[in-house]
């Protein structure tokens, strides 16, 4: 059910996973970052499941998996993202989508934000899962590691890593072996690493959002977040629901980072409802 191409978006190349079929409901899913994620990691089963519902899109950002490595990237998430951003609504030109509903998961709940500031007309319903850019939150040990990785990479290091996403670690051991498995091939490539170190170099700025500009983001707006996230703390959900004036918080129990890894069904059935208009 998945197709995979890649899109060119000027000067830059997208991988594009996709399911279901123009003409009904455009969703577009935005991973999050960490050492060798790409759109297929974050989303496989997600698209999947809801190809027969929505025209579901699901890139590599860029300076991920396969879609393109900057050789001079801007330094720092927040410059980073700022081209990300821009590259994703290049894309719906490119594919001639006027309208989509966002999903984002950590980073790209941030990037979520930045399209829907930059570009309010084209956005729908947002979902916002474990969501980075709330101010004057504490850096857990789990994202100290995320950042850190390349320090000492490795195969080990990344399991330990995905480790602290879950929150029940032997039910989800296959999938964490698998998507170490995965995600190893892209970790040792070297334009990989160039923009990880890019991304999370600790002199680059970062992007925290302000409570005027989430003031201005009318859309209808779900934030969803594990009670036992052990990488994005639950308070950082809170406090997008408060300052954005059409969000609600659902918060998952017995859940940690991986949202839509650990509770597909829960989450499918979240944004099922909020495209819909029941939630």
Known sequence: MIRTRDVEVGDLALRLYESGEAGTETVLFLHGSGPGATGLSNWERIIEDLGDRFQ?????????????HPVEPPRGMGPFNELRAEALLGLLDVLGVDRV???????????????????????GKILLMGSGGAPDLPVSPGLAHLRTFYDAPSADSLEQLLEQFVFDLEPMRPVIDRVVKERMAYVERADVRRS???SFDPDGPRRFFTPEELAGIEHDVLVVHGRDDRIIPPQASRWFAEHLPNANLYVIGRCG?????????????????L?????
């Open 101 to 123: 509903h966002l999903v984002g998961n950590s980073m790209g709940g941030q990037l979520a934000l930045l399209m829907a500031l930059a570009q309010p007309e084209r956005i």
């Open 275 to 279: 495209v819909g208009g029941v939630i």
């Open 196 to 198: 990880h170190a890019a």
């Open 257 to 273: 980072h991986w949202t839509q890894i650990e509770h597909p069904t829960t989450f499918e059935t979240l944004l099922t409802g």
């Open 56 to 68: 579901c899109l699901a890139p590599d950002m860029i300076g991920f998996g396969d879609s393109a």
